[in-house]
């Protein structure tokens, strides 16, 4: 088993930045490759950002490049979503994940998930 705690989240304006973390703690977090996803009210859950076990490949959707980056530190079992130029159309519950594969869509673990809010 593996517990995501998802931390960081918070009320920001338009244009502003926040990081939101996630601490893992069970297994070993270095074997998963951990994805951010969010979830808008009324919307679906959709992927954010990936990254590999070892961190040397990241993946984002078009809708957050260039604005947000993920990174993870093994030694501290933790990933981070690092978020700049914010728009109202962030605003979500975000939610880390682990997965077994870099390359698969299947989720092994979520995190209980972090509120974000950008205001105009």
């Known amino acids: 088993q593996v517990q995501l705690v998802e931390s960081g989240g918070g009320l920001v304006q338009a244009g502003g930045s926040l990081r939101v973390s996630c601490v893992a703690s069970?297994?070993?977090?270095?074997?998963?490759?951990m994805s951010w996803f969010r979830q808008a009210a009324g919307k679906e859950r959709e992927a954010v950002a990936g990254?590999?076990?070892?961190?040397?490949?990241?993946t984002y959707a078009d809708s957050v490049k260039g604005r947000f980056t993920i990174s993870r530190d093994n030694a501290k079992n933790t990933v981070y979503l690092q978020m700049n130029s914010l728009k109202p159309e962030d605003t979500a519950v975000y939610y880390c994940?682990?997965?077994?594969?870099?390359?698969?869509?299947?989720?092994?673990?979520w995190g209980q998930g972090t509120q974000v809010t950008v205001s105009s």
């Open positions: 994940a682990a997965k077994q594969s870099y390359y698969s869509g299947n989720v092994a673990y």
């Open positions: 990254i590999s076990w070892s961190g040397a490949s990241t």
């Open positions: 069970g297994r070993t977090f270095s074997n998963y490759a």
